[in-house]
């Protein structure tokens, strides 16, 4: 995109040495005391651009000539030549550094006027391919061309401006500007003039228009008040194929773990089932042990009192006269030897009772035996079971810890996922709405204000997102979110709007806005002036210099700049455009080296400041 670089500022005078500075295609540093001319420098530049006044200040005495060169987007060079109280500027095709004496090639006058195609604001708008943009000047839909000013406050930034309550989108924070400027911000952020006022429409259609309008508008502003984070649409998406890769990641291991505690579930349920068997085993073999033995224990009674039996018959046989103990027969009815043979019979009779309850008892302890060998194996085998299954109770537990872990894990990535999705569906719908109201004003609806998503909101995110990087590139400080807030016109860092913080903060966030801007768009390709001007961006975070320095002799050439100072030198001097950086205190050492830098000492060391030293 075309864009504009600033070569010199000259100050020129009959008799009288010039005052000069040569500004450098990138970084340019300016700095030194006060009162030694560093600020009318800046005041200079929008003068010499089609700025009203100037005020001269005494040094500047007999200098007639004001010289600002310029290389324009095609690379050939212009001077402009003005006077410190005139109107008129002078044009020449050519690099001039000197009093000038010369007739200019055109002459053009420094105020735009809409109806004159002969102002300078026209003619280097023209070089930049700006000439036919239109911006919207009011609520009601009207245009006008867009002018210089509308650009050189978002480029050029004096020192009251930069710690001024206005806010740095606006030019003058006057009502009646303010649909211009803000317009101005729409087109160098999206790089769309206003269109063209129609007025085809009857009274009516415009009504029903501007009602569409009104709806689609609180229809994004009640869609925009649900949304939960300021990234835009690219960044979200970036954010959910990250999350989708984590979630990914994490469930193949909850998945391992799962299957896992699955299979050690399994196996518990099993040993335990084992156990059961065992239990109800043990049961039975316990009971028949104990009906066996209590039969075991009656064999060997019965065949206890067989024995007895048997012996005792023999005795009472042959030692008892009388009634015969065995059958009971009188003594007159038995036969002789009677006795000896009923103590026969009935040892006869024991006998085989014993040797067939010895034959049941022999049956009997085998089977006790292998119950008894059953049972202790039983016993053993129960106890390995009780401990396998407090074996399988531990890897369940620690099993259970990690699934609970990852499940954590993966269900903040789920819940992750859900916030996101539903911000790319919430920005899909406001970019529909935006869609829809741009549609409306392009068929000839009368544009009205928005008080909010003027601009599309993934355009103003991603410009919000430039910076925030360059405020975290400053390391400024208590600034965890910056973003620009349509409502007011104003930046807001911190949660806090820009007019409610100190100067200091108030001028670093406005260097931050118009570097940021400026990056947003050379970085995209869209129009700007190239080049940036900050008057005291970072002064107010210089250190303090010791009470008892008097004399500038006496301090020592060291750094005594903050964090923030050096980190914004450290960024400038890898600024896409021209910089130009006035300051009071010191630039970083590697500034020194690598930028052109202009050092006002105040003093007769050096160069004393802007305008050479009369003693020169």
Same mark, same amino acid.
């Given at each position: 995109?075309?864009?504009?670089?600033?070569?010199?500022?000259?100050?020129?005078?009959?008799?009288?040495?010039?005052?000069?500075?040569i500004f450098g295609p990138e970084l340019t540093v300016i700095y030194g005391t006060s009162?030694?001319?560093?600020?009318?420098?800046?005041?200079?530049?929008?003068?010499?651009?089609?700025?009203?006044?100037?005020?001269?200040?005494?040094?500047?005495?007999?200098?007639?000539?004001?010289?600002?060169?310029?290389?324009?987007?095609?690379?050939?060079?212009?001077?402009?030549?003005?006077?410190?109280?005139?109107?008129?500027?002078?044009?020449?095709?050519?690099?001039?550094?000197?009093?000038?004496?010369?007739?200019?090639?055109?002459?053009?006058?420094?105020?735009?006027?809409?109806?004159?195609?002969?102002?300078?604001?026209?003619?280097?708008?023209?070089?930049?391919?700006?000439?036919?943009?239109?911006?919207?000047?009011?609520?009601?839909?009207?245009?006008?061309?867009?002018?210089?000013?509308?650009?050189?406050?978002?480029?050029?930034?004096?020192?009251?401006?930069?710690?001024?309550?206005?806010?740095?989108?606006?030019?003058?924070?006057?009502?009646?500007?303010?649909?211009?400027?803000?317009?101005?911000?729409?087109?160098?952020?999206?790089?769309?003039?206003?269109?063209?006022?129609?007025?085809?429409?009857?009274?009516?259609?415009?009504?029903?228009?501007?009602?569409?309008?009104?709806?689609?508008?609180?229809?994004?502003?009640?869609?925009?008040?649900?949304?939960?984070?300021?990234?835009?649409?690219?960044?979200?998406?970036?954010?959910?194929?990250?999350?989708?890769?984590?979630?990914?990641?994490?469930?193949?291991?909850?998945?391992?773990?799962?299957?896992?505690?699955?299979?050690?579930?399994?196996?518990?349920?099993?040993?335990?089932?084992?156990?059961?068997?065992?239990?109800?085993?043990?049961?039975?073999?316990?009971?028949?042990? %104990?009906?066996?033995?209590?039969?075991?224990?009656?064999?060997?009674?019965?065949?206890?009192?067989?024995?007895?039996?048997?012996?005792? %018959?023999?005795?009472? %046989?042959?030692f008892k006269v009388g009634t015969c103990p065995f059958c009971g027969a009188e003594r007159?009815?038995?036969?002789?030897?009677?006795?000896?043979?009923?103590?026969?019979?009935?040892?006869?009779?024991?006998?085989?009772?014993?040797?067939?309850?010895?034959?049941?008892?022999?049956?009997?302890?085998?089977?006790?035996?292998?119950?008894?060998?059953?049972?202790?194996?039983?016993?053993?085998?129960?106890?390995?079971?009780?401990?396998?299954?407090?074996?399988?109770?531990?890897?369940?537990?620690?099993?259970?810890?990690?699934?609970?872990?990852?499940?954590?894990?993966?269900?903040?990535?789920?819940?992750?996922?859900?916030?996101?999705?539903?911000?790319?569906?919430? #920005?899909?719908?406001?970019?529909?709405?935006?869609?829809?109201?741009?549609?409306?004003?392009?068929?000839?609806?009368?544009?009205?204000?928005?008080?909010? #998503?003027?601009?599309?909101?993934?355009?103003?995110?991603?410009?919000?997102?430039?910076? #925030? #990087?360059?405020?975290?590139?400053?390391?400024?400080?208590?600034?965890?979110?910056?973003?620009?807030?349509?409502?007011?016109?104003?930046?807001?860092?911190?949660?806090?709007?820009?007019?409610?913080? %100190?100067?200091?903060?108030?001028?670093?966030?406005?260097?931050?806005?118009?570097?940021?801007?400026?990056?947003?768009?050379?970085?995209?390709?869209?129009?700007?002036?190239?080049?940036?001007?900050?008057?005291?961006?970072?002064?107010?975070?210089?250190?303090?210099?010791?009470?008892?320095?008097?004399?500038?002799?006496?301090?020592?050439?060291?750094?005594?700049?903050?964090?923030?100072?050096?980190?914004?030198?450290?960024?400038?001097?890898?600024?896409?455009?021209?910089?130009?950086?006035?300051?009071?205190?010191?630039?970083?050492?590697?500034?020194?080296?690598?930028?052109?830098?202009?050092?006002?000492?105040?003093?007769?060391?050096?160069?004393?400041?802007?305008?050479?030293?009369?003693?020169?």
């Amino acid at each position: 995109m075309s864009e504009l670089q600033l070569t010199h500022l000259t100050y020129c005078g009959a008799n009288l040495p010039p005052a000069q500075i040569i500004f450098g295609p990138e970084l340019t540093v300016i700095y030194g005391t006060s009162n030694t001319g560093k600020s009318l420098i800046v005041k200079s530049i929008e003068y010499m651009l089609g700025g009203a006044d100037l005020a001269m200040v005494p040094e500047g005495a007999g200098y007639t000539q004001i010289l600002l060169g310029l290389l324009m987007p095609d690379g050939s060079p212009l001077t402009l030549l003005r006077a410190p109280d005139s109107n008129s500027i002078f044009l020449y095709h050519a690099d001039l550094r000197a009093f000038v004496t010369d007739t200019p090639d055109a002459s053009v006058t420094a105020v735009h006027n809409a109806r004159s195609r002969n102002s300078l604001s026209i003619h280097l708008l023209r070089a930049l391919g700006l000439d036919e943009i239109l911006i919207r000047k009011n609520e009601s839909g009207g245009t006008r061309p867009l002018a210089l000013s509308d650009l050189l406050h978002l480029s050029l930034v004096t020192e009251n401006r930069m710690v001024g309550d206005v806010p740095p989108v606006l030019r003058t924070g006057t009502a009646t500007t303010r649909t211009a400027e803000l317009s101005v911000m729409r087109f160098l952020l999206t790089g769309e003039g206003d269109p063209a006022a129609d007025t085809g429409l009857n009274a009516g259609q415009r009504r029903v228009h501007k009602g569409q309008i009104q709806l689609l508008d609180q229809l994004v502003l009640d869609l925009s008040s649900k949304l939960r984070t300021q990234e835009n649409e690219r960044q979200l998406r970036d954010r959910l194929i990250r999350i989708r890769t984590a979630l990914d990641e994490q469930s193949a291991p909850l998945r391992q773990v799962n299957e896992s505690h699955r299979e050690a579930v399994d196996a518990r349920m099993e040993t335990a089932r084992e156990l059961a068997a065992l239990d109800e085993r043990l049961t039975e073999v316990s009971d028949l042990l %104990g009906r066996f033995k209590l039969l075991e224990a009656q064999y060997r009674s019965d065949l206890e009192r067989l024995a007895m039996v048997n012996e005792a %018959g023999s005795i009472l %046989g042959y030692f008892k006269v009388g009634t015969c103990p065995f059958c009971g027969a009188e003594r007159e009815h038995q036969r002789p030897n009677h006795g000896v043979e009923e103590t026969t019979q009935l040892h006869t009779a024991v006998e085989v009772e014993a040797a067939k309850t010895t034959a049941l008892l022999a049956d009997l302890l085998p089977t006790i035996a292998h119950l008894d060998g059953e049972h202790t194996a039983l016993i053993s085998r129960r106890v390995e079971a009780q401990s396998d299954i407090g074996v399988w109770d531990q890897i369940i537990a620690d099993l259970e810890g990690g699934i609970a872990a990852l499940r954590s894990d993966v269900e903040e990535l789920v819940e992750e996922r859900s916030v996101v999705e539903r911000e790319l569906e919430l #920005q899909a719908r406001i970019a529909e709405l935006d869609d829809k109201r741009s549609r409306l004003v392009g068929e000839g609806a009368v544009a009205t204000a928005r008080p909010t #998503q003027h601009i599309p909101t993934a355009t103003v995110g991603d410009f919000d997102s430039i910076l #925030q #990087q360059t405020l975290n590139a400053w390391q400024v400080p208590a600034v965890d979110h910056a973003e620009y807030d349509q409502y007011y016109a104003e930046i807001r860092a911190g949660g806090r709007k820009r007019i409610e913080c %100190g100067q200091g903060m108030r001028a670093v966030l406005h260097s931050a806005f118009t570097t940021a801007l400026a990056r947003f768009c050379m970085n995209r390709d869209l129009h700007h002036l190239g080049f940036v001007v900050l008057d005291s961006p970072v002064v107010t975070y210089r250190d303090p210099e010791p009470d008892d320095i008097d004399d500038i002799d006496d301090i020592d050439d060291v750094e005594l700049t903050s964090t923030v100072v050096d980190r914004f030198y450290k960024d400038m001097l890898s600024f896409p455009g021209q910089a130009i950086i006035v300051e009071n205190g010191d630039p970083p050492t590697k500034v020194l080296s690598e930028a052109v830098t202009y050092h006002f000492t105040g003093t007769a060391i050096g160069r004393a400041g802007f305008f050479p030293s009369p003693m020169h």
